[in-house]
């Protein structure tokens, strides 16, 4: 039987860091040079404060910038709507990993299997695509991070791998009526299959075959209310006990039977499992937009207050996003990336 005490509380603490959270997420579009143009006359004649920097033949424009982002044009319109994209990107993995978790505990403990097994479903789901997601920014990160290259170089590295990157992610989808240039999602196949490749076991594909039988009306589905047949002696019948809630029969002497029950073991231990390693993902993903945020001092460039909008500190110092002290932290070029958790089972 799962036991969910210890993913309660993780779930708890996850749901107060990120209740009152917000960000506004800043998109840039490059525009043509007469665009552009017209713009910067527009907006100087209505008093805007924006901040231009040119790529190749197009030009990137943000507003609301600070002194710093005027001063660094380059970086300015590359790692404030960068970062406020990362903190987004974090934000929604957060938010919809609390709101499965609170539904999984509440529908496992109470035996309604119905939900609990198309939320253990959906939680494999999640964790693939976050395991995924964050693989391919760190990667990404790493890219502009390490090599010995002045920030405006970092900047362009930035604007050509993380930017379309972070495009792709936010708006990939798998409707058929999405626009024909819309990025399409990852089949979520694609992420079970690397959760089994990455723990080297089976487990996440058989907790996901299971449980999507039983999020269709189909065998799976019916498996919830019945229990597991009980053939007679003589092989003759078998029988099946339909109930609403699972079955556990107390004998006059005290003694308990448990019958066993597929989908409902199957959802409770996928639950606890993934969800741990779901919360263990999620801090490592902040690490990671904690350091590009304090590495880049996104923050810094923009007007726009957010949540994680972190700044450097003194060396002497803790580090605002609690790694410890600040001159031993590695918010800085051509350190480390934080790094991702294993997946085990
Ligand atoms: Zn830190």
């Given at each position: 039987?799962?036991d969910?005490?210890?993913?309660q ?6 749901d ?28 100087s004649?209505?008093g ?8 190749g ?14 001063r660094n ?40 299997t119905s ?18 997601e ?59 299959s ?10 996440f ?10 999020s ?38 005290g003694d ?6 597929d989908?409902?073991d ?10 741990l ?15 590009f ?8 460039m923009?007007q ?20 410890g ?6 918010h ?11 997946i085990t089972?």
């Amino acid at each position: 039987m799962a036991d969910f005490t210890e993913l309660q509380l993780q779930m708890a603490a996850l749901d107060e860091l990120t209740r009152d959270a917000y960000v506004e997420e800043v998109l840039v579009i490059p525009m043509d040079g007469a665009a552009a143009m017209d713009w910067k006359r527009m907006a100087s004649r209505g008093g805007e404060d924006w901040v231009y920097a040119v790529r190749g033949s197009k030009t990137l424009a943000v507003d609301r910038p600070s002194h710093l982002a005027h001063r660094n044009p380059v970086e300015g319109v590359v790692f404030s709507p960068l970062h406020s994209q990362l903190v987004g990107w974090w934000l929604f993995h957060a938010w919809r990993s609390v709101d499965l978790l609170k539904t999984g505990i509440e529908s496992s403990s109470s035996g309604t299997t119905s939900v609990a097994a198309v939320t253990s479903r959906a939680l494999l789901e999640e964790l693939g695509c976050l395991v995924t997601e964050l693989g391919l920014i760190r990667k990404a990160w790493e890219t502009a991070k390490l090599p010995d290259v002045d920030t405006v170089r970092r900047a362009e590295l930035l604007g050509g791998d993380l930017v379309p990157l972070m495009t792709r992610l936010l708006f990939a989808s798998r409707m058929s009526s999405k626009p024909a240039n819309a990025p399409s999602a990852t089949n979520v196949l694609t992420y079970i299959s690397k959760l089994d490749k990455l723990s080297k076991s089976s487990k996440f594909s058989d907790w996901y075959d299971w449980l999507s039988d039983a999020s269709h009306p189909a065998f799976g589905a019916r498996l919830v209310y019945v229990t597991n047949p009980l053939r007679h002696a003589s092989g003759s019948t078998a029988l099946r006990l339909h109930s609403r809630s699972p079955l556990r029969l107390v004998d006059p002497t005290g003694d308990q039977v448990n019958f066993t029950y597929d989908i409902e073991d199957r959802a409770g231990a996928a639950l606890e499992t993934c969800g741990l390693l779901l919360v263990e993902h999620l801090y490592a993903a902040l690490r990671l937009v904690d350091d590009f945020g304090l590495t880049t001092s996104a923050s810094a460039m923009t007007q726009r207050t957010y949540w994680r909008n972190l700044l450097p500190v003194q060396p002497t110092e803790a580090c605002p996003c609690k790694c410890g002290p600040w001159a031993q932290s590695l918010h800085a070029w051509r350190t480390e990336v934080p790094s991702s958790p294993l997946i085990t089972t």
